[in-house]
């Protein structure tokens, strides 16, 4: 998984804090979590195409949440880094060699190894939808302690647009 | 996530329907799912480092599970060829930028996003450990019309050793 999903999630997270309407520019997001700006441009632009950020453009502007933290989950920030595929492929193989099953056959029902392994694909899915950006963001507001959590909201307000 | 995840998969199935003590040789494994012989040689070395299979020298040599079916689960399989790290990266990025957390606030607890990441993998996990490679066999038998099924049986017998 590329290192872009935590990016995007400590992004995301940052970003639900925000008085509604407000930006942050990109370039304030890569500062604050000592990361590459021209990286994190790439995945912000990811994000906005996987409908989690809204950019907002001009001199002023930046990149919000497109909607309500509790709206979305950890699920659409790491499928809009890491794409829908499964991490499973099935190349059918067992329509494969000298005792290959038949198309129709392989059409009829996949194979039992597929279903299985996406359905451990499913429970990742499932466990990710269950948790929205505003819970995320609730752990980790109690786990900072509070002058820490003071500077870090004066640093934003300087740069909040 | 690795194409011999698929073909160990299918190799794990197969020896799990050979008698106690038989081996295939890994050319007879690789020409039944007409796959590279030498690429699997590759993945069914990870499956012995993996104690999945146990590899038997010599000319009449070749692979075989290394405990019973109903003993090895799917992730035991995935992981031999996959290794045991998470998928998901945390490289503490809390810890960097201008509002970094401090050293001892991160070794105190974990990032809130990190635990979230990886429940869900413990999710995908335990998925794939509650199906042993004797559940999929048997599914797979399942779907097996019986003159393929038994075709499949004198094409092995004539190959097992």
Redesign the interface.
């Known amino acids: ?1 590329s ?1 872009g ?3 995007a ?2 992004c995301a ?1 940052i970003l639900g804090g925000l008085e509604p309407g407000a930006v942050l520019a990109g370039k304030t997001l890569a ?5 590459s700006e021209s990286y994190l441009l790439k995945h912000l632009k990811a994000l906005v195409q996987g409908r989690v950020l809204e950019s907002v453009p001009g001199p002023r502007g930046g990149y919000r949440l497109a909607r309500a933290a509790s709206e979305i989950t ?1 699920l659409d920030v790491v499928q809009a880094i890491e794409g829908t595929e499964p ?5 059918e ?2 329509a ?7 198309p129709e ?1 392989c059409a009829r ?1 996949a ?3 597929k ?3 996406l ?10 939808r269950g ?1 929205a950006i505003s ?2 963001a609730n ?2 507001v109690h ?3 509070p002058p ?1 959590f003071a ?2 909201g004066e ?1 934003l307000a300087e740069r909040v647009r």
Chains 1, 2 share one sequence.
């Open positions: 998984m290192e999903v935590e990016w999630m400590h997270v500062e604050m979590h000592g990361v950890m991490a499973f492929r099935c190349t193989i067992r494969q060699g000298p005792c290959a099953a038949p056959a029902k194979c039992a190894i279903i299985a392994m359905r451990a694909e499913k429970a990742w899915r499932d466990s990710l948790q819970d995320i752990s980790l786990d900072i302690e820490r500077a870090m640093w």
